[in-house]
């Protein structure tokens, strides 16, 4: 149970965020897949990440201190058609060196929209979470926007190209910012992983 969520600092620049002494979970995702959503669902506070971020805004590193026990980071989302080379290597650079080297990051979610067929994208970077033992889960969001047996199909699909890339399956949720559907058990697995 999420009681209190407060904004804290965003960054560019990895080595300037807060000093790790706190457990830490980070959120990614392809721009427009419904991370703030998500994160403004689970913290039960509307406007607490920005959402429809917009293509060429800065990159940032978003940190948030939830009660006053551990970090929930909004990562700065991929895959925007319109962004030029300059600005998807600052984002490549600035995330693969946070992601790295982040001493205090328990997980990372990485935010699949449940109602495309498995994107390269996603795949590429769950590839490159892998190589670097970066512990990447999965979130399927949108559940709202299809049948049920729809996201199923899809689910498992992703899944099962994911099999190319770890070697046991990774944890994964199915949710709706929509409905609250899947909140539960997400902040269940949270719970135990800041615990840790
Ligand atoms: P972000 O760019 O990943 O932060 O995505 P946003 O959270 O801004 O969401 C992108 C769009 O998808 C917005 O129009 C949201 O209202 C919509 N959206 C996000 N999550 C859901 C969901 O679970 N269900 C439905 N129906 N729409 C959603």
């Known amino acids: 149970?999420?009681?209190?969520?407060?904004?804290?600092?965003?960054?560019?620049?990895?080595?300037?965020c807060p000093k790790p002494e706190r457990a830490e979970i980070a959120f990614i995702g392809r721009s427009n897949v419904g991370k703030s959503s998500l994160i403004n669902m689970i913290t039960g506070k509307k406007d607490l990440a920005k959402t429809s971020q917009k293509p060429g805004k800065t990159q940032l590193i978003n940190h948030f201190m939830i009660?006053?026990?551990?970090?929930?980071?909004?990562?700065?989302?991929?895959?925007?058609?319109?962004?030029?080379?300059?600005?998807?290597?600052?984002?490549?650079?600035?995330?693969?060196?946070?992601?790295?080297?982040?001493?205090?990051?328990?997980?990372?979610?990485?935010?699949?929209?449940?109602?495309?067929?498995?994107?390269?994208?996603?795949?590429?970077?769950?590839?490159?979470?892998?190589?670097?033992?970066?512990?990447?889960?999965?979130?399927?969001t949108k559940a709202d926007k299809q049948s049920k047996t729809k996201t199923n199909q899809n689910v498992q699909k992703f899944l099962k190209k994911t099999e190319e890339i770890f070697e046991e399956a990774p944890d994964y949720?199915?949710?709706?910012?929509?409905?609250?559907?899947?909140?539960?058990?997400?902040?269940?697995f949270i719970d135990e992983l800041v615990k840790e």
């Open 1 to 16: 149970m999420i009681k209190k969520a407060e904004f804290v600092v965003s960054n560019s620049d990895p080595s300037k």
């Open 67 to 140: 009660n006053d026990q551990w970090f929930l980071v909004d990562l700065p989302g991929y895959g925007f058609a319109k962004v030029n080379v300059k600005v998807k290597e600052g984002w490549g650079n600035m995330i693969k060196t946070y992601l790295t080297k982040r001493s205090n990051l328990c997980g990372v979610f990485v935010l699949i929209d449940s109602r495309l067929e498995p994107q390269k994208i996603d795949l590429e970077f769950l590839l490159w979470c892998g190589v670097n033992g970066v512990p990447a889960a999965l979130i399927f």
């Open 173 to 188: 949720f199915v949710t709706s910012s929509e409905t609250g559907f899947g909140k539960e058990s997400l902040l269940d």
